[in-house]
Structure formats: C-alpha cells, structure tokens
C-alpha cells in the first residue's frame, strides 16, 4: 500500500506555544488529506478534511482557529496546533486519500503523539 | 454514513482462525466496508474492504451477508502480531470515515 509519513512523531511542548506537525504523502499524489485525534483508549475522532489548495471542512466542535490545517501541494498537509494547552495532549494522525485504480483508499500515517506540559 | 457495531473484545487461540463480526443494518447500497487494524500508538491499517461480494485478499477474508446488514472479517490463522484493534467502518459517497469503538482482539499464545 501506500505511504504516509508524518513528522515528528513525538513531540513536547510547553502549554502556550504552537506546535507544527507534518503529514506527506511519499508515492501517490493526495487530493484529500484527513487529520484525526485519539485519546487514550478511546477511538480515533475525525477532525478536518483537507483538499489541496483550498480551506479545510472542520467537523462540528472542532475549533479552526486553534487547530490551523494547511493543505499547499499534493503531498504535504499541516496541522497546526495553537496556543496548546495539556488537553490538547493526543495521538494526532493524518490520512491521505487518492483513487487506487477503480476504487477510493486511504492511507494513514503512523501518529503524532503530542504532549503539552 | 451508516454506524457500525463491534463487540468490543474477543479472544482467539494463535492458529486458529479469528472471525470479527460487524453489524451495519442501516448500510445503503452504494456504501463499502472497510476494515482497518490498529496496533498500539501506531495509524490504523488498511485490511480489505468491499461492497457485497466477499472479498478475500493475502491479510483476511470479508464476507459480507446478502442483505449487507452485516459481515465478518475472518483472519484465517491468527498470530500474536494480529493482536490489535479492529474498526469495521462504513463509507459512503464522502471521503470521510468515521470510526466506532472497534473489536479489541487478543491472540492467545
């Protein structure tokens, strides 16, 4: 299947600054990116889908302002976390979606674990 | 997109075959299946996924009942590596997948 790698994929923060973490498609061109959160023992929750090139579709309860998603070519997707605080501290996973032949696929990348002390 | 329904554990004997089932009775007929895994503090993996034939690739098999309302992941010998999370999700004309609670399966030595 195809890869998606993300970067980095541990980081720790001091509560109040931003954090950046990457999402690449490394073989397939991804017109739509996906950003997830998951919380200890629970599921992973979508919380935006990214379209190359223009805004991001936040799902509801998900604050754009605080969570910066930036999708500028087909291989690269940022979230941006702002201002973090320690309930911000998750399991942030990206996916990057492209037709495989006649039928949709989704790749996920392997997480972000973000700690916000 | 329809909801899906997973017991949320199960165990199975290493070398046996593990048999996941997922309920999805509000499924409409342009709506696939997928399958993805979750091995701990990793992504998801994909699995198989279908549409109403069962489907059978080199990770399981998925065999989806003729009223689509169900269908069963079957991992044919299962490994102590097949321990994991297993989300059973319904995708329909958007992009998108929600995910449920999922089956956490735990191979037994």
């Known amino acids: 299947g195809a890869v998606v790698s993300q970067h980095p994929s541990r980081v720790i923060c001091k509560s109040g600054t931003s954090v950046k973490i990457e999402c690449r498609s490394l073989?397939?061109?991804?017109?739509?990116m996906f950003w997830y959160r998951q919380f200890p023992k629970q599921s992973l929750m979508l919380m935006a889908t990214s379209n190359e090139g223009s805004k991001a579709t936040y799902e509801q309860g998900v604050e754009k302002d605080k969570f910066l998603i930036n999708h500028a070519s087909l291989t690269l997707s940022t979230l941006t976390v702002t201002s973090a605080h320690p309930e911000d501290s998750s399991f942030y996973i990206c996916?990057?979606?492209?037709?495989?032949?006649?039928?949709?696929?989704?790749?996920f990348g392997p997480g972000t674990r973000l700690t916000v002390t | 997109d329809a909801k899906t329904t997973q017991p949320p554990s199960m165990d199975c004997a290493e070398g046996r075959a593990a048999n996941l089932p997922c309920n999805h009775s509000t499924i409409s007929g342009n709506e696939y299946v997928y399958w993805y895994r979750q091995i701990h503090s990793q992504g998801p993996q994909y699995i198989i996924h279908g549409l109403k034939n069962n489907e059978t690739n080199e990770m399981a098999s998925l065999i989806i009942t003729e009223d689509r309302k169900s269908s069963t992941l079957i991992l044919p010998h299962a490994t102590l590596r097949d321990t994991a999370v297993y989300y059973c999700?319904?995708?329909?004309?958007?992009?998108?997948?929600?995910f449920g609670t999922g089956t956490s399966l735990t191979v037994i030595p």
């Open positions: 073989d397939f061109q991804a017109t739509t």
């Open positions: 999700i319904v995708k329909g004309t958007g992009n998108q997948f929600y």
């Open positions: 996916s990057a979606s492209g037709l495989a032949g006649a039928t949709y696929e989704q790749y």
